[in-house]
């Protein structure tokens, strides 16, 4: 029954009606991931890991990879868009004849002879690719495929050995899949399918050359899928580059936030953001927070602090080893560690449910950061809480943000520290502004001594409400 299933689904020609221009708005599916033509040694790997319903982005995106079809998909963070290419590629990858031999065998086991790469998944960071090659050996663990990921920051000679052994799909960072392509050791004749995830970020991470350089060595034969949370005007040129008669997927407004999470701006002085940040900790429930800064000193700077006032933080960067971002994640996954201090760069990839809290140590200066940001909670259907920490001269970035959400982000008024919210950064003896800040300023030690933090704050709950009075930036002042 199975086998006739795959091949149906395999032999099937009819495309999908959905073109570049259009956006497919499936209602959800009332047969969970059954319904959706996966086969089942996928199915029962999907449902030990707890999941019984597809995403929007999942049950709108994998009859269409089935199928065959080039993809263009549009999805916030936390919607699930690695299972939603995950599940059906790994299906297209074994095929009607790997089925058959699975079928006979009863489990799976090692190919006969080395695979060559047949699918390609391009990340911008080590910890996404990371995630998504988990995700692959997670969800084809019952599957004769074999996964491997390639990133920077570690040795290439073990990376080399795995991919000589034989594998069927690789993720990689461009950077590393680069160093291996100059060492000829991974070759592209039999790639059938190409992901870009994150591709927006890719490009703003300066990849469009290495992204260009590896296009060239690919088949022009093949299935090609763009995933990212949003899609600018900027990365449109790769987009027409890259995909065929696409089915677009767009299962929520681009650079939308979630209903899930609970919004709020404190207006606060840029020197007095620490303290407040501790103040949040002893006041509210917050069990397991990820907190950004926009620079990695101030995130190294942030993490001295925090854990010399008792709190048990860690700092996640690109500046930061391999080994010690791992520990960091791993710490953080465990409850090991309560506050997990993080550039932009270094969050993506970061996949850690239960996150209570997203707190914005310093505002993004890009709105669509700030949504990537907040998407790191009130994930799954549970909801979280995003704290903005708002200086003087964040306010315009507020704003701005609000303007593209076309939401309000409620104010908080009542906290201690509202004093020096409304004055502007002072200027250093040296002509340049401000404490705690930029790049090249010196970083003082904060006053005040270590506090003990062990617990996880009040259980009972949030004790500030945000005031509603209108838009924040045009609030601040009357706090």
Same mark, same amino acid.
């Given at each position: ?124 960071? $080590?910890? @996404? ?7 692959? %050996?997670?969800?084809? #663990?019952? *599957? !004769? =495929? ?54 927006? $970020?890719? @490009? ?7 992204? %260009?350089?590896?296009? #060239?060595? *690919? !088949? =022009? ?56 940040? @501790? ?201």
């Amino acid at each position: 029954m199975v086998f006739k299933l795959i091949q149906k689904l395999t032999s099937s020609s009819t495309p999908s009606s959905a073109s570049t221009s259009a956006v497919k708005t499936a209602p959800r599916s009332t047969g969970g991931f059954e319904s959706l033509g996966l086969i089942e040694p996928i199915l029962r790997a999907v449902k030990s890991e707890g999941y019984e319903n597809p995403t929007p982005i999942q049950e709108q995106s994998i009859a269409s990879i089935l199928d065959g079809r080039d993809m263009l998909g549009c999805a916030q963070t936390g919607t699930g868009k690695t299972a939603a290419f995950a599940l059906p590629m790994l299906q297209r990858l074994l095929g009607p004849d790997g089925l058959e031999a699975l079928s006979h065998e009863g489990n799976k086991s090692a190919p006969k002879q080395a695979p060559l790469v047949r699918a390609l998944i391009l990340a911008p960071t $080590r910890e @996404l690719a990371l995630q998504i090659s988990d995700s692959f %050996k997670t969800y084809g #663990k019952h *599957l !004769p =495929l074999r996964t491997a990921v390639v990133f920077g920051g570690v040795g290439i000679e073990p990376q080399i050995t795995t991919i000589r052994r034989g594998i069927d799909i690789l993720v990689a960072t461009p950077g590393r899949l680069i160093d291996l392509m100059e060492r000829r050791v991974v070759t592209f004749q039999n790639l059938e399918i190409l992901v870009l995830d994150e591709a927006d $970020r890719m @490009l703003d991470m300066g990849f469009i050359h290495d992204i %260009k350089r590896i296009l #060239k060595v *690919l !088949p =022009l034969k093949r299935q090609n899928l763009l995933f990212s949370a949003t899609i600018p005007k900027e990365v449109q040129g790769l987009i027409d580059s890259i995909l065929h008669n696409p089915v677009t997927v767009k299962v929520t407004p681009v650079s939308s936030t979630s209903d899930q999470v609970e919004q709020r701006v404190y207006h606060v002085g840029r020197a007095d953001k620490k303290q407040l940040l @501790l103040h949040i900790l002893d006041t509210e429930n917050v069990t397991r927070a990820l907190v950004f800064t926009r620079t990695k000193h101030n995130a190294n700077k942030l993490e001295q602090f925090l854990s010399e006032s008792g709190v048990q933080a860690a700092a996640i960067h690109g500046n930061k080893s391999q080994s010690a971002r791992q520990r960091a994640l791993d710490g953080f996954k465990a409850g090991k560690i309560r506050i997990l201090v993080a550039s932009d760069i270094a969050a993506r990839g970061i996949d850690v449910d239960a996150i209570s809290h997203v707190i914005n140590f310093e505002m993004p200066n890009e709105p669509e950061t700030y949504v990537h940001r907040i998407g790191r909670t009130g994930r799954a259907e549970a909801r979280g809480v995003a704290m903005s920490f708002c200086d003087y001269e964040e306010q315009r970035y507020v704003a701005t943000i609000e303007r593209m959400t076309r939401k309000d982000i409620p104010v908080v008024t009542d906290h201690p520290f509202t004093a020096g919210a409304n004055a502007p950064v002072p200027p250093r003896q040296d002509g340049r502004r401000g404490s705690g800040g930029g790049r090249g300023q010196r970083q003082g030690r904060s006053q005040g001594g270590p506090r003990g933090r062990s617990g996880a704050g009040n259980s009972s709950g949030h004790s500030s409400s945000p005031g509603r009075t209108g838009s924040s930036a045009n609030r601040s002042r009357r706090s």
